[in-house]
């Protein structure tokens, strides 16, 4: 059987003023998700908070303590408002300090004349700390404890991920299947909520769209990380669909 | 003096799996961020949450004892997985069952002949809250204490904050100049600090972005509600930024 106990969970810390500002859209929340269900982890939360030290260190705790990975992204460059590093040293009560790996890396692309106190803080990791690459502009990430610092700039932290995702553990893949019900989403839901009644084990989504030819779709969802009993509701999940497309009168899916 | 006592804050709860598991890239927070700066509430917090009683509840309490202000989006149509109205109730241990003015507002669009229990679980809602009409569907959201329940489909949600906007508290409007600095973040970053820490009641971010030109470049940005520190803030942003380019020998800003 496989079970809700092989998963691996993720919590996502988003940091930065920009964002919740609305200065800057955020482009990470929905690639980084995608990422992870793609690669057998599942993201359970997302936060964004502000950057206040108190505030990243409040969160990075509470998602550190209930999941298996916690991702953040934001807040570690050379400026005075890039306060995540340090915020992550004090939530794992480490000291932090120029890291002699990371200053060598700044220095594949820095020249030491330019190295200075600014740019320098893109090397201040905290003790115990595992560096992450960064090959699109070398100020590394790092990973400590289940924590992994990336950056904020959308390429940057996909580099990030690419470099660090083979070192994940990663769980059974979650499997889904769409099934589109040719029918408003209203017209469905007392039968689709009986389908998953009895398919508890397999979550059924529910999303409603307006189709090309003007008309309300529906899209339903199927995710399992089991084959044989994703395959069972999604049979369920057609033949409800027929049957409602027969008591109507119309054209089913 | 216009001080932090006279901000109205707010926190936005993302509800659905859709969004955590990537399937739905989520275009909600963005324009929520923007929407409340420019009314003058300043968003402090986002969370995004899966489609689970419990997990709603928790995050809903944690917000709406903090801010001013909790906006949720998603999960409020007519199938199983839309459970944020019960949630709100569970929230806030009030009963909650079909409520006669959203169902008369359902019978605007919907026939009662159409109008199944799956439709009709969108005119549930907890005891006590009033409805924000959805002039897209029809189908309400609602303000109950603090929290103000709105719809996930971006254009209905954008409808519901047009809907609720007149009647917010709003604080002291938040104001924003940005400096562009003709320089890469890590040469300013030095004395930028410097004048951050002098002008501490006015927050400065420092955003790099790549020019047209193709070299790097940085966006400061400063906030206040007071225009006349913000005005002195941004004249010593421009003195310093003017200074570093003279010390380098290169064109300022």
């Known amino acids: 059987m496989v079970g809700q106990a092989e998963a691996v969970t993720a919590g996502l810390l988003v940091i930065g003023d920009e964002i919740l500002s609305g200065r800057t859209k955020d482009r990470n929340i929905g690639y980084i998700a995608e990422y992870l269900t793609a690669v057998g982890i599942d993201l359970a939360e997302v936060r964004v908070v502000p950057d206040i030290e108190d505030e990243i260190v409040a969160a990075l705790n509470a998602l550190r303590t209930r999941y298996t990975y916690v991702f953040t992204t934001g807040g570690i460059g050379p400026t005075h408002d890039d306060i995540t590093a340090d915020a992550v040293a004090k939530a794992f009560d480490v000291s932090i300090d120029v ?3 990371a200053r060598a890396m700044l220095l594949e692309r820095i020249a030491e004349a330019d ?3 600014a740019r320098l803080r893109m090397a201040r990791i905290p003790a115990g700390a595992e560096l992450v690459a960064n090959p699109v502009s070398k100020a ?5 404890g289940n924590v992994i610092v990336m950056a904020g ?7 990030m991920l690419d470099e660090v995702a083979p070192k994940l553990r990663t769980g059974v893949r979650m499997l889904s299947e769409t099934v589109t019900a040719n029918a408003k989403e209203g017209d469905i839901g007392g039968p689709l909520k009986a389908v998953a009644e009895i398919h508890t084990d397999v979550s ?3 999303y409603p769209f307006m189709g090309e030819d003007g008309r309300p779709n529906t899209n339903l969802v ?3 990380r089991d084959p044989a009993r994703l395959a069972a509701a999604v049979a369920a999940v057609r033949m409800m669909v027929a049957e409602v497309h027969a008591a109507r009168g119309t054209v089913g899916a």
């Open 153 to 159: 700039v959308p390429t940057i932290m996909q580099a």
């Open 222 to 224: 199927l995710r399992s």
């Open 115 to 117: 190295l200075n106190e």
């Open 140 to 144: 590394p990430g790092f990973w400590i």
């Open 204 to 206: 059924i989504g529910s």
């Open 99 to 101: 890291d002699p790996r």
